[in-house]
C-alpha cells in the first residue's frame, strides 16, 4: 500500500495491519456522514474545528484536502480551525500551520 496524501502514517498503518477494524471505522464514519444534517462543506469545517480543539493534528491535512474538495476558501479554512479559541483556547493555533499548508498544496 502506497501513501495517500494527506493521510497520517498512522492512519495508513492502522487500514494495512488491521483492515478488519479499519473497514468498521470506515463504514460508521460513512453512515454518520449520512445521517447529518448539514452539507459537505459545513460539515467538513466543522469537523476540523473538532479536529483542532481536539488536538487531534494528524487528521488536518486529509480533512483540509476534503473540505477543499467540496468548495471551502482558504479563509474558512481558517475560520474553522480557529472558532474553537474561545473554548479551547490557543491550542487551535497548533493546527494552522499544517492545515495551511495542506490547503496550498492540495489541488482545486
Known sequence: ????????????????????????????????????ALDRKTEELAYLAVLAAMRLQSGIPFHVGMAKAVGATRDEVISAILVGLPAAGNAVVQSLPGALAAYDETEG
Open 1 to 36: 500500500m502506497g501513501s495517500r496524501p494527506g493521510v497520517s502514517d498512522a492512519f495508513q498503518l492502522f487500514s494495512r495491519e488491521a483492515p478488519g477494524h479499519a473497514e468498521a471505522w470506515m463504514e460508521a464514519a460513512r453512515k454518520l456522514a449520512s445521517a447529518s
